[in-house]
């Protein structure tokens, strides 16, 4: 039997990818369970329809714990006492369900998991997980967590096995966001920027598990301000638009002092109004380099992206860029003859009747 294509170093860090094309059926079946036991977990793997044998893995290491994503056709995935005692790495599995839907069953709990939902499996105990057969291919990205990084009582985490767990809104909304983002842009991170965002996805995974425990996570401190830096920069993304949005109106927003959350970033090297700052021009960078918003004026993509004033504007990209906006819109895609000029393109509307008061943000929760 032929072995499946593991895919090597893309960019700057190495995701190893399985994939099951290129085998006959009869050999599909066989070589992704070997596969999906090498990269990810020793398991029993069955195609449901036998004409489909699609299947896809991307491994992304982080140090401290791992992700994968993966798409596949219908199919059982069981892990039973027999593969635990001859294998057990001892981690927690947190699946975000992408597309299709997945059922789970473990410790006599079943679960029917919806996209937009996580789901908690142990890899200590036997469980089951099936999707249903159609003719589109389900997905889900897979955080693996040691048990021993996870500062959780083993007993309320048993609570939380094969039971769906909403993630739209709070931390899980976050948790999920860094971990798309963690995809998107793996091959292009250092490697230290790869083990620091690891550790992060870790310290949120047990906040996120913790709040649905409903106890105290017990992060260290250090932990807690890389969880609080991962919200603050969700927030600050939301509202990058409103000129108004400034590091009191950030700590305001989350129940902290300014004083605290110069402290959150200081740890990543950096500080809030940098950090926001940075945000407004990699915006202004990705629509000045986008050959569909030539016609939008340079001074018009500022003004979206939280730079009421276009003299100011100019100033703070020449500072980050070493050239003006229209400048730069010229050197990396068209000559943009319309960037200074008047258009009809409007910036997005911001905050609503009471928005020239100052920014508002509801508080955060978890």
């Known amino acids: 039997m032929g072995c499946i294509a593991i895919g090597g170093p893309q960019g700057g860090r190495c995701a190893h990818h399985v994939r099951s094309r290129g085998f006959a059926c009869p050999e599909r079946a066989d070589a992704w369970q070997e596969a999906v036991s090498r990269t990810v977990l020793p398991v029993t793997c069955r195609f449901l329809d036998p004409e489909d044998h699609r299947g896809r893995l991307t491994s992304m290491p982080l140090g401290c714990g791992e992700l994968t994503e993966a798409t596949y056709?219908?199919?059982?995935?069981g892990r039973c006492r027999r593969l635990i005692r001859r294998d057990?790495?001892?981690?927690?599995?947190?699946?975000?369900?992408?597309?299709?839907?997945?059922?789970?069953?473990?410790?006599r709990r079943q679960a029917q998991v919806r996209p937009g939902e996580m789901v908690l499996c142990d890899s200590s105990l036997p469980f089951t997980a099936r999707t249903a057969v159609t003719s589109s291919l389900s997905g889900a990205l897979v955080l693996r967590l040691p048990h021993q990084l996870v500062r959780l009582p083993r007993s309320r985490l048993r609570d939380l096995l094969a039971v769906p767990l909403p993630v739209t809104s709070g931390l899980g909304k976050v948790l999920a966001g860094l971990l798309r983002g963690l995809v998107d842009e793996y091959t292009s991170l250092s490697?230290?920027?790869?083990?620091?965002?690891?550790?992060?996805?870790?310290?949120?995974?047990?906040?996120?598990?913790g709040h649905f425990t409903d106890t105290d996570a017990r992060l260290e401190?250090?932990?807690?301000?890389?969880?609080?830096?991962?919200?603050?920069?969700?927030?600050?993304?939301?509202?990058?638009?409103?000129p108004s949005l400034s590091p009191a109106a950030v700590a305001r927003a989350l129940g902290i002092s300014l004083r605290y959350l110069q402290l959150v970033f200081q740890d990543q090297g950096t500080?809030?109004?940098?950090?926001?700052?940075?945000?407004?021009?990699?915006?202004?960078?990705?629509?000045?380099?986008?050959?569909?918003?030539?016609?939008?004026?340079?001074?018009?993509?500022?003004?979206?992206?939280?730079?009421?004033?276009?003299?100011?504007?100019?100033?703070?990209?020449?500072?980050?860029?070493g050239v003006p906006p229209g400048g730069y819109r010229m050197?990396?895609?068209?000559?943009?003859?319309?960037?200074?000029?008047?258009?009809?393109?409007?910036?997005p509307r911001r905050g609503g009747a009471g928005s020239a008061g100052g920014v508002r943000i509801d508080p955060v929760r978890a």
């Open 73 to 77: 056709s219908a199919m059982t995935v």
């Open 88 to 107: 057990d790495p001892e981690v927690y599995e947190l699946v975000l369900v992408t597309h299709g839907g997945q059922g789970v069953e473990q410790q």
């Open 191 to 209: 490697p230290h920027d790869v083990t620091r965002t690891g550790q992060s996805a870790v310290d949120l995974a047990g906040a996120v598990l």
């Open 221 to 242: 401190p250090d932990s807690q301000r890389r969880v609080l830096f991962i919200k603050c920069a969700a927030l600050v993304e939301r509202h990058l638009a409103d």
């Open 271 to 321: 500080t809030p109004s940098t950090f926001i700052l940075e945000r407004r021009l990699a915006r202004c960078r990705r629509d000045l380099a986008d050959p569909a918003l030539l016609s939008v004026p340079v001074h018009a993509i500022g003004a979206r992206w939280g730079f009421p004033r276009s003299s100011e504007f100019s100033r703070a990209f020449r500072r980050r860029e």
């Open 331 to 347: 050197l990396v895609g068209g000559s943009g003859s319309s960037a200074d000029g008047d258009g009809d393109a409007s910036p």
